[in-house]
């Protein structure tokens, strides 16, 4: 079974910075997209950052543009988050997603849509206080 495990959340005051890590055991997913969402009380999931097909293609939310960078270490298998500049309202829990179809990564790869995604992981909380 495949897992994708995340890590690196935590508390942290406003403008500080944080690094999520996702390790996946499904070396396939790489050449399609792997991803951040992120899920706060009473809203709705949201992507936050995409890579598709290896890095031809990332996408970021408006909302974090310019303060988080998505990375992937093929020799690790693992997904990066690192978020700068944290805001109080960066407060969620973050979730790591895969899609091995690269054709369903490429229909989403400017707007992801968590409904396509085929594997997910339990989720990471971030805390970001006034």
């Known amino acids: 079974q495949v897992q994708l495990v995340e890590s690196g959340g935590g508390s942290v005051q406003a403008g500080g910075s944080l690094r999520l890590s996702c390790t996946t055991s499904a070396y396939t997913y790489w050449s399609g997209c792997v991803g951040w969402f992120r899920q706060a009380p009473g809203k709705e999931r949201e992507g936050v950052g995409l890579?598709?097909?290896?890095?031809?293609?990332?996408y970021y939310a408006d909302s974090v543009k310019g303060r988080f960078q998505i990375s992937q270490d093929n020799a690790k298998n693992t997904l990066l988050l690192q978020m700068n500049s944290l805001k109080p309202e960066d407060t969620a829990m973050y979730y790591c997603?895969?899609?091995?179809?690269?054709?369903?990564?490429?229909?989403?790869?400017?707007?992801?849509?968590?409904?396509?995604?085929?594997?997910w992981g339990q989720g990471t909380q971030v805390t970001v206080s006034s």
């Open positions: 997603a895969a899609e091995a179809d690269v054709k369903i990564c490429w229909r989403m790869s400017a707007n992801p849509s968590a409904a396509l995604f085929g594997d």
């Open positions: 890579i598709v097909n290896g890095g031809t293609n990332k």
